[in-house]
């Protein structure tokens, strides 16, 4: 299990991620691990739009789940997941997928 987050069972969406430890406003937690996609590759869940094109996450924060009022950022500059507010231990992490999810919870 990573320190700083880990994977578990989840009530938004099957399997999320979880803070391993307590983070304050702006820690990072840790970074995407991602692959650049081929043009013509069906996107998944597990990818996201970096620069100008599609990536596949490779990591667990592939497990990210949305929420509308996330309490994480990810960073297209260098991938890096941070917290928008303190988040306790055992939190899971949730971030903001774009415009096409504000339909969801």
Same mark, same amino acid.
């Given at each position: %299990?990573?320190? =700083?987050?880990?994977?578990?069972?989840?009530?938004?969406?099957? &399997?999320?991620?979880?803070?391993?430890?307590?983070? !304050? !406003?702006?820690?990072?937690?840790?970074?995407?691990?991602?692959?650049?996609?081929?043009?013509?590759?069906?996107?998944?869940?597990?990818?996201?739009?970096?620069?100008?094109?599609?990536?596949?996450?490779?990591?667990?924060?592939?497990?990210?789940?949305?929420?509308?009022?996330?309490?994480?950022?990810?960073?297209? =500059?260098?991938?890096?997941?941070? @917290?928008?507010?303190?988040? @306790?231990?055992? &939190?899971?992490? =949730?971030?903001?997928?774009?415009?096409?999810?504000?339909? %969801? !919870?």
């Amino acid at each position: %299990m990573n320190p =700083r987050y880990y994977v578990a069972s989840s009530d938004v969406h099957g &399997t999320g991620v979880f803070a391993g430890r307590r983070f !304050k !406003k702006g820690d990072l937690i840790g970074y995407l691990e991602v692959e650049p996609l081929a043009w013509g590759v069906d996107e998944s869940i597990h990818d996201i739009w970096i620069g100008d094109r599609w990536h596949r996450i490779g990591n667990l924060f592939r497990y990210l789940n949305h929420s509308r009022v996330p309490n994480v950022e990810v960073s297209g =500059r260098d991938g890096g997941v941070r @917290a928008l507010r303190g988040i @306790a231990r055992g &939190t899971e992490l =949730r971030f903001h997928y774009g415009e096409d999810w504000e339909d %969801m !919870k």
